[in-house]
């Protein structure tokens, strides 16, 4: 059976515009405008007990404090299980080092970045700066690999994608920032209706 219908054409697609459409699209249309408005109270709330969070490095009690600042990230390894209620304020850190900054200082020669090293936000407005920074640097990279970038491998820094193109990278990205994103617009909306 002939994959088009009588009549119309077969359409080009190239690979790289729809990979980078379907994120963007996200971010424009959804998450970014969800942030609008956050302050530190929301970025810092702790909807339930025993969440990790970026707070004070004095004042974490995780296996792990991470960062290099004045804030660290709540970490542990192996995870807990299960694991913690995480904050905004620990999404927006993974989307910025985990997710993007990590992948933009592998593939795309962006500045070194990891989680022991990062000097994590202490309010939303700078929390929010490195997030659009991050994803402004992950979004450039992506559009220069162009479509033979797409099919090299990944290599061995991604561990379990390493054999994989690097297309199956950036789907996974495109997943993991709508995935977190969705979760942190949740967030927002049990914040705005908390009991005070």
């Known amino acids: 059976m002939n994959a088009t219908c009588a009549g119309e054409r077969e359409l080009a697609v190239e690979w790289n515009d729809e990979l980078i459409d379907q994120l ?17 109270d929301e970025y810092f709330w702790e909807p339930s007990p025993g969440c990790w969070n970026v707070r004070p490095r004095d004042e974490s009690t995780a296996p792990l404090a991470l960062g290099s600042g004045e804030f660290v990230v709540d970490f542990a ?20 080092v985990g997710v993007l900054g990590m992948r933009v200082a592998l593939h795309f020669g962006g500045p070194p ?27 450039e ?22 054999q994989r193109p690097m297309a199956a990278l950036v ?26």
């Open 24 to 40: 963007d699209w996200h971010w424009t249309n959804q998450l970014r405008p969800r942030l609008t408005g956050l302050g530190d």
């Open 77 to 96: 390894y192996p995870a807990p299980v299960p694991p913690p209620v995480t904050t905004i304020a620990w999404r927006i850190a993974h989307l910025v």
């Open 141 to 162: 990279g992506v559009r220069r690999l162009g479509e033979d970038g797409l099919a090299r491998p990944c290599g061995p820094v991604e561990g379990p994608l390493a």
């Open 171 to 196: 789907m996974h990205v495109n997943r993991e920032v709508m995935h977190h994103g969705a979760e942190i617009a949740l967030l927002r909306d049990l914040y705005l209706r908390r009991a005070c």
């Open 113 to 139: 970045v990891d989680y022991r090293g990062f000097a994590y936000a202490g309010n939303a407005a700078t929390a929010l700066a490195q997030l659009d920074e991050a994803y402004a640097g992950w979004l």
